[in-house]
């Protein structure tokens, strides 16, 4: 064989070991993919979409919170995204302070002061802090106990799980708020008056249907009153809660999660399964599948625009979703608070292909370079032994 032969299988070897070493050019951590996906949800007025593809429409003070919390976590000091995130917060927790007649007020309020937290931007915001706890401290129902908001004719778990999250945070920001002033006792008391012993959980409000969503603010109320020693059924919502596992591994897709609906094994839910997860790690419980569920939440990820999402129910694009993926990061960090560390072990850090590049272009130039490489191996054979 001539010597210039020999050149077609040299290319060949260059082509393949070019093509390997993609694995290490286009791998990228978990949560830099992630933080990816958040910064491009900001849009100029300050504000966060809930999709990469969204409207301004879906922008809402959760939006926003979902991904400042992601963030935050990733990188404490939020310098990749537009610090005008925190006008618009304050713009937000200003129409809460002024507006009347409008719905689930509560609620907003506390994602949009927790966002201005993450953000560092509260110093300057006192005066308004104070009137926010006024107009908060206004939602008490001196006759059931709990919170309601506007237009919410009668006091409900969900409020005032977020009116107290509120005030104790607000109590950390305000010269003026004494958190202590609070009637724990008598929240308590109306937080368990909303307890179903039928079902063995809690419902939204006295007579109301038991869920786990409930619960969960229930038991949250609770502990941060220091009053969960009074709840004597632990172990009975235990079992409740567990009842919306999914474990059944014919549902690869959805063993792991939990689910909207009881004894369902395919129907997961990101939100469901940050909501019973942490219901269970608060009670203690031993029914938490730590290992199966976290790794049901991390296989949640996007290979497309990399934030997390449900289970899609149909063949198109599942587009990620920041409430979805707050509620998948949640979930992970009570499963390893060391998650989002910056050692190269920390769990977040794994190295994931890059999936903008095509999954199927990758898949096609491994099994082309394996043929090549056999190839090019043939021919230095031959050459050798001059056949």
């Known amino acids: 064989m001539k ?7 040299l290319f060949l070897l ?3 070991i070019s093509s390997i070493s993609i694995d290490y050019s286009v791998a990228t951590s978990r949560k830099d993919l992630l933080e990816e996906f958040c910064i491009s949800n900001q849009i100029g007025s300050g504000g966060f979409k809930d999709y990469n593809n969204g409207t ?21 000091t939020l310098t990749k995204i537009d610090s005008i995130a925190g006008f618009w917060l304050i713009d937000r927790l200003n129409v809460f302070i002024s507006t009347t007649g409008t719905e689930k007020t509560i609620p907003e309020a506390f994602y949009a002061l927790e966002g201005l937290v993450f953000l560092n ?4 915001e006192t005066a308004t802090i104070d009137d926010a706890i006024t107009k908060m401290n206004n939602f008490y129902n001196e006759t059931s106990h709990g919170y309601n908001g506007d237009n919410s004719p009668i006091s409900t778990i969900s409020d005032t799980y977020f009116a107290i999250e509120f005030l104790h945070l607000a109590n950390t920001l305000s010269s003026s708020a004494n958190f202590s002033l609070i009637n724990s006792t008598e929240i308590a008391t109306f937080i368990l008056s909303c307890w179903d012993s039928e079902d063995n959980a809690f419902a939204g409000s006295p007579g109301g249907d038991a869920n786990p969503i409930d619960s969960f603010f229930a038991i949250q109320t609770l502990e941060r009153l220091e009053k969960l020693n009074l709840f004597n059924n632990k172990e009975e919502l235990s079992d409740f809660i567990d009842d919306f596992y999914c474990d059944d591994p014919i549902f690869e897709s959805h063993n792991g999660g939990y689910s909207f609906t009881p004894n369902s094994p395919s129907s997961s839910s990101l939100m ?24 049901w939440v991390l296989s949640r990820q996007s ?7 449900d289970v899609s129910s149909t063949s198109g694009v599942a587009y990620s979703s920041a409430k979805l993926s707050y509620y998948a990061v949640r979930s992970i960090l009570i499963f390893d608070d060391d998650a989002f ?13 890059d999936l903008s590049t095509s999954g199927w272009l990758i898949a096609a130039l491994v099994v082309g370079s394996l043929g090549l490489a056999a190839l090019a191996g043939y021919g230095i054979y031959r050459y050798k032994n001059r056949i």
């Open 56 to 76: 301004e429409d879906s922008i809402s003070e959760f939006t926003t919170l979902a991904n400042l919390f992601i963030l935050h976590e990733i990188d404490p």
């Open 121 to 124: 931007a509260t110093s300057n």
């Open 303 to 309: 290979p497309y625009d990399f934030g997390f999402n």
């Open 272 to 295: 469901m399964t940050y909501y019973c997860v942490s219901l269970q790690n608060t009670l203690n419980s031993s029914k938490l599948h730590n290992e199966t569920t976290l790794n």
């Open 3 to 9: 010597r210039h032969t020999i050149l077609p299988y």
């Open 341 to 353: 560390g910056t050692r190269n072990n920390d769990l977040m850090n794994e190295e994931l292909w």
């Open 14 to 16: 260059v082509f393949i």
